[in-house]
């Protein structure tokens, strides 16, 4: 007895122990139940009356009763839904496809849809879908002309046409067609009222016009169509009407024989009646807006601007019977212009680019775009499209710049440049040798070309990272510009200890580089060197002016004058001399040299401590006659500059390597501020680049 109560509290106590494990254990697990979840849901979808509409509904790891509801109202939880013999749940249960399909479309149809999945056995959680609402529409009824399909009337006489289109889901829309093909908006007024059936609709469309020559024996169409129609439907009347005056105007003056009036041209415009009797009145408009004491068959525009392009032009003749009008528009030739100019683009390798070159001109001007490559020794310039968007793919070879050039027949081409620029990781183009400016300035210098532009610049001494917000030694300021950014750091203590080995590191998305650049105090020359270099200089001073007066004495010897009683009475005057300097007023006069010499004026200017910018500028009147050329493209110059190399020009360039497909480029600029002189063989033309 006391063995078998000792084994019944034995198992109690496993028992116990199991339940507990799993009491601890189920809220670990219960996240790796596989939940149910959509894998397609219901999208809003517009219908017809007639056609097949299937809402999409497909699920993963199904494990609850589905259903479908219209406004939120159940349909049923089989496939084939009894009470609805027009809804039905299409695809397989091994696909999880319980997509709604709904045939024939009906008006009623016209709901919000949603699909349902309830709890599973599991603890899966139900889910609801998207609602995806169903728009029904329904073509109208043919539109009908309540005033029949004839009418008499007379010129001048105001008519009121009624068009009516019945049952249509939405209401359609009523568009009225003159004898010309003209579509008519002027004098129409719109009417939407609500059928016997609340969810459709009826357009009534009023047109008002008053009768004229131009509509004898025309047909008016009234066109009747919803979002529910392929085509239109129509009805027409066709009108009997008195006539006035019949009008055409004639350009006679000033126009080709085209018809196309050129710029700044005075044109005469006549208007032609046909009437009877021939008694007229005549008055002239531009763009709707009356001329002021034009009442003449004639009319005088004295000069034609480009903003006359497509200006109408009418003329009204008047007689005892009525009023009739004719237009003419203008047709004006232009030379081109840009309505948008390419741009630069910074792109990455592979990447699509799309540039835009869009010319207004008349006639309508042809574009090209010409490509011309960084690397010239293995490309050359060359024609790459011919429509005003351009489509590349960012690469080594299509880097460079492109120039639209616009041509309009009989007018002078015009151009506009841009470039394409590839993206990379920075390159530190600083000395790694540098030193103080002077005793009392200890600056440092990191120069970085980056683009995209740099998130990040850090600095390290002898191995330890700078922090210029804790450590007061130093401060910090980065000047950003286009293509590059400079880093100065600034020792605020000037000892000796603060020499040393400094690390500049630039970071931008694309990658980092690091240069070590050795920080050490200006050696100063001895006081002998010196002493003896100023004692040399100023020997060599002496030797000169030696030279010099030795010349003049030489020189002096040799012309001596003759006694001045048999010196001859003549004139000494000095015969003038031409010169070679054109103005630009003289260029039609002056016979232009084979050669001009021109004087080029130089400039330096320092920016930072180690750099020297000298600038060359020539004046484009002054190389008249020489053949003008454009400087090559300015190259941009990556890592130390510590070694020579030679670029396409054959000059000789410090530094260690050029990337071409993004360290070279060449910013845009006016050619004519920028040009190299050459000769000019005979009979040739100078020619701006």
């Given at each position: 007895m006391i063995m078998s109560i000792s084994l019944n509290q034995h198992i109690c106590m496993e028992l116990f122990g199991l339940l507990l494990i799993i009491a601890c254990v189920s809220p670990f697990t219960t996240h790796l139940i596989e939940q149910q979840q959509f894998a397609m849901e219901p999208q809003d979808q517009v219908a017809v009356v007639g056609a097949r509409?299937?809402?999409?509904?497909?699920?993963?790891?199904?494990?609850?009763?589905?259903?479908?509801?219209k406004d939120d109202f159940g349909l049923g939880t089989?496939?084939?839904?009894?009470?609805?013999?027009?809804?039905?749940?299409?695809?397989?249960?091994?696909?999880?496809?319980?997509?709604?399909?709904?045939?024939?479309?009906?008006?009623?149809?016209?709901?919000?849809?949603?699909?349902?999945?309830?709890?599973?056995?599991?603890?899966?959680?139900?889910?609801?879908?998207?609602?995806?609402?169903?728009?029904?529409?329904?073509?109208?009824?043919?539109?009908?002309?309540?005033?029949?399909?004839?009418?008499?009337?007379?010129?001048?006489?105001?008519?009121?046409?009624e068009c009516v289109s019945e049952?249509?889901?939405?209401?359609?829309?009523?568009?009225?067609?003159?004898?010309?093909?003209?579509?008519?908006?002027?004098?129409?007024?719109?009417?939407?009222e609500p059928s016997p059936d609340s969810?459709?609709?009826?357009?009534?469309?009023?047109?008002?016009?008053?009768?004229?020559?131009?509509?004898?024996?025309?047909?008016?169409?009234?066109?009747?169509?919803?979002?529910?129609?392929?085509?239109?439907?129509?009805?027409?009347?066709?009108?009997?009407?008195?006539?006035?005056?019949?009008?055409?105007?004639?350009?006679?003056?000033?126009?080709?024989?085209?018809?196309?009036?050129?710029?700044?041209?005075?044109?005469?415009?006549?208007?032609?009646?046909?009437?009877?009797?021939?008694?007229?009145?005549?008055?002239?408009?531009?763009?709707?807006?009356?001329?002021?004491?034009?009442?003449?068959?004639?009319?005088?525009?004295?000069?034609?601007?480009?903003?006359?392009?497509?200006?109408?032009?009418?003329?009204?003749a008047q007689n005892e019977v009525g009023l009739s009008a004719a237009t003419e528009t203008l047709d004006v030739i232009y030379p081109?212009?840009?309505?948008?100019?390419?741009?630069?683009?910074?792109?990455?390798?592979?990447e699509n680019i799309t540039m835009t070159c869009l010319v207004d001109s008349n006639p309508k001007a042809d574009i090209i775009w010409v490509f011309d490559p960084i690397?010239?020794?293995?490309?050359?310039?060359?024609?790459?499209?011919?429509?005003?968007?351009?489509?590349?793919?960012?690469?080594?070879?299509?880097?460079?710049?492109?120039?639209?050039?616009?041509?309009?027949?009989?007018?002078?081409?015009?151009s506009s440049e841009a470039l394409v620029i590839l993206k990379g990781p920075p390159k530190i183009i600083s000395r790694a040798q540098q030193q103080p400016l002077d005793t009392d300035t200890y600056e440092i210098e990191c120069m970085a070309i980056a683009v995209p532009k740099a998130k990040h610049v850090s600095w390290a001494f002898n191995g330890v990272l700078i922090d210029v917000d804790k450590d007061l030694g130093f401060s910090l300021r980065q000047d950003v510009l286009y293509d590059r950014i400079k880093s100065t750091l600034r020792i605020e203590e000037n000892h000796r200890s603060r020499f040393g080995t400094y690390t500049c590191t630039v970071i931008n998305k694309y990658g980092s580089d690091t240069l070590e650049i050795v920080f050490n105090e200006r050696r100063k020359l001895p006081i002998i060197i010196i002493a003896s270099g100023s004692f040399a200089i100023s020997l060599l001073i002496i030797a000169i002016c030696f030279a010099i007066c030795c010349c003049c004495v030489r020189g002096s010897k040799k012309r001596q004058l003759p006694p001045a009683d048999i010196i001859p009475k003549v004139n000494h005057q000095q015969p003038k001399v031409k010169t070679n300097s054109l103005k630009k007023k003289d260029l039609s006069k002056t016979e232009i040299p084979a050669t001009v010499t021109v004087e080029p004026e130089y400039q330096e200017s320092n920016s930072g401590s180690y750099s020297t910018t000298t600038t060359l500028s020539m004046n484009k009147t002054d190389l008249i006659g020489s053949k003008l050329l454009s400087i090559p493209?300015?190259?941009?110059?990556?890592?130390?500059?510590?070694?020579?190399?030679?670029d396409s020009t054959n000059q000789s360039i410090t530094g260690s390597y050029v990337d071409f497909s993004r360290d070279y480029y060449t910013p845009i600029h006016n050619a004519s501020n920028f040009l190299i002189q050459s000769t000019l063989q005979q009979g040739e033309t100078p020619t701006y680049v």
């Open positions: 509409v299937i809402l999409p509904c497909r699920v993963l790891n199904k494990k609850g009763i589905l259903q479908w509801t089989k496939r084939r839904l009894v009470a609805f013999e027009r809804y039905s749940m299409i695809g397989s249960d091994e696909e999880g496809d319980y997509s709604l399909n709904i045939y024939p479309v009906r008006l009623e149809d016209d709901a919000k849809y949603q699909c349902q999945v309830g709890p599973g056995q599991h603890g899966e959680h139900g889910i609801r879908s998207n609602y995806g609402t169903l728009s029904v529409l329904k073509s109208p009824d043919p539109p009908k002309i309540l005033q029949g399909d004839y009418m008499v009337t007379t010129e001048d006489h105001e008519i009121e046409l049952n249509g889901k939405p209401a359609a829309e009523i568009t009225w067609i003159d004898g010309f093909g003209n579509v008519l908006t002027a004098g129409v007024e719109y009417i939407k969810r459709l609709s009826t357009a009534k469309s009023i047109l008002k016009l008053k009768a004229n020559k131009a509509l004898h024996n025309k047909t008016i169409h009234c066109q009747a169509q919803n979002s529910a129609d392929k085509t239109y439907r129509s009805a027409s009347i066709r009108l009997e009407v008195k006539y006035a005056p019949k009008v055409v105007i004639d350009i006679i003056e000033g126009a080709l024989d085209t018809g196309r009036i050129p710029l700044d041209n005075a044109i005469r415009l006549k208007c032609n009646a046909d009437a009877h009797p021939n008694e007229l009145t005549y008055q002239w408009y531009i763009k709707d807006e009356m001329i002021i004491g034009a009442t003449f068959s004639e009319l005088d525009i004295p000069s034609v601007t480009r903003k006359h392009q497509h200006f109408v032009v009418k003329c009204e081109p212009s840009f309505i948008q100019r390419p741009e630069n683009v910074e792109s990455e390798m592979g690397d010239r020794m293995n490309f050359q310039p060359r024609v790459v499209g011919t429509s005003s968007t351009l489509h590349l793919i960012a690469s080594n070879e299509t880097a460079g710049r492109y120039y639209c050039k616009a041509h309009s027949s009989g007018f002078t081409e015009i493209p300015t190259i941009r110059y990556s890592g130390p500059l510590t070694e020579g190399f030679t």
